[in-house]
């Protein structure tokens, strides 16, 4: 069965940097467009991040020149290295697959917790 498993959250102090990593697995990992979404505490989750199977990158505005999403397909990993964190980047992370043609097929992994706090 497919599976995405996130690594890479933790504690970091405003200013700081983390690398988020998801490995995926049971799935044609090229033919998924892959994405980083993120839920704070009472909001709803929103997309960060998003690496297509073609290679288009898009971001939400409120990180971008911030976050860097990139994928290895020869690893099937995805990660997102995020610098420059702000309290309000404070959240659980998931990694996402879609099916580049099918968007109805998509996987979820469970999450890494990121804490951006002094």
């Known amino acids: 069965q497919v599976q995405l498993v996130e690594s890479g959250g933790g504690l970091v102090q405003p200013g700081g940097s983390l690398k988020l990593s998801c490995a995926a697995s049971?799935?044609?990992?090229?033919?998924?467009?892959m994405g980083w979404y993120r839920q704070a505490p009472g909001k709803q989750r929103e997309s960060v991040a998003i690496i297509t199977s073609g290679g288009s990158i898009n971001y939400v505005d409120s990180v971008k020149g911030r976050f860097t999403v990139s994928r290895d397909n020869a690893k099937n990993i995805v990660y997102l290295q995020m610098n420059s964190l702000k309290p309000e980047d404070t959240a659980v992370y998931y990694c996402n697959a879609k099916l580049s043609w099918d968007q109805q097929v998509n996987h979820w992994g469970h999450g890494t917790q990121v804490t951006v706090s002094s």
């Open positions: 049971g799935l044609i990992f090229r033919f998924f467009d």
